[in-house]
């Protein structure tokens, strides 16, 4: 008879010189039960555990380390956040299920995509996640960080993998200073030219006063052994008359303009620029409102400012941006 794999991952974690003989007979926890009564479930993880072996073998003895810390906390998340609902009650049988049957088909493409190259370098799935429930505030509260990062030890590596974590941040939880909080961040690697590869960081928040949704873009130039900035695209700060001139047109077309009290560049520490609208703000008690404010934003051609263009600025114009 063969029993379903993660089961036996997951024993091992606890009692690793046993392991091999554990089976569905033995289960106890809700994550064993779980795939051991379903047999789609139960296919998936033995997907998952020959894909995770796969994958481990194809990376550095160091990195392997990392990976391994990786999708023990993934278990461990899922255990946790696939059997609660948002009421920090016990999930239903079914939710459960489809929570599982996701979590898993994502992994497994994430684990599958391991080895994959990116501008010469080699990648790895990386998983971070915390997870608690607040029964007695009917809340949860969880950080989930799932990530694409580079196995290698040179500089140009370690840059990109400092900014991907940095911008991913850290997963513990504090529920005394950010209440029911849920986070998830995700990133992506994409070669764009032998010398630019571009890093997508995504990431959704609920919870506070402010939920939000965010992907940001940035593009690393192997050449500069850096992420490229504005400096590097526009060879005259003349480009950003031209441009303000082609957002004020925007504006006064979307007749918004009578509105606008400033009209700023904001130009980040890569080649992407925008621009805020911010409305004339008004006051209500001596306050002002959020609703006072706002933001706008236009979008340009590489054409229009074609004549400020660097050779870099040049060559990442012409690259065509993955959607």
Sequence with gaps: MKYPVLVLVLFALSCATQAASFDCKKAQSKMEKAI????????????LAENYQAAKNKLSA????????????????????CFTDFQAKPASKEDAVQCLETEYKARVAGLKGTGSLVGGFKTYAYFEGDFKAY???????????????????SDNANTINSAIKTAAGKTGIDKES?????????NSLTNLSADLIMLTQSASATGGAHPSEYTGYKYFSKELKRFVKVSDIFSNPKWKAVAQQIAKK??????????????????????????????????????TSYAARANDGVTMKWDALSKFLTPKGKELSLVPIPK
Excluded: Y
């Design 36 to 47: 051991c009564d379903n047999p789609k479930i139960s296919k998936l993880d033995e997907e």
């Design 62 to 81: 160091e990195t392997q380390k990392v990976f391994v810390a990786g999708q023990r906390s993934w278990v461990k998340f899922l255990a946790a956040s």
């Design 135 to 153: 029964p007695k505030d009917e809340e949860i509260a969880f950080n989930r960080v799932s990530l694409v990062l580079i196995d290698d030890n």
């Design 178 to 186: 950010t209440g029911a909080f849920t986070s998830d961040v995700s």
């Design 250 to 287: 925007h504006f006064e077309k979307e007749k918004t303009m009578d509105d606008v009290i400033s009209l700023d560049i904001v130009a980040e520490e890569n080649d992407a620029f925008g621009f805020m609208l911010v409305e004339k703000g008004f006051f209500v008690d001596g306050f």
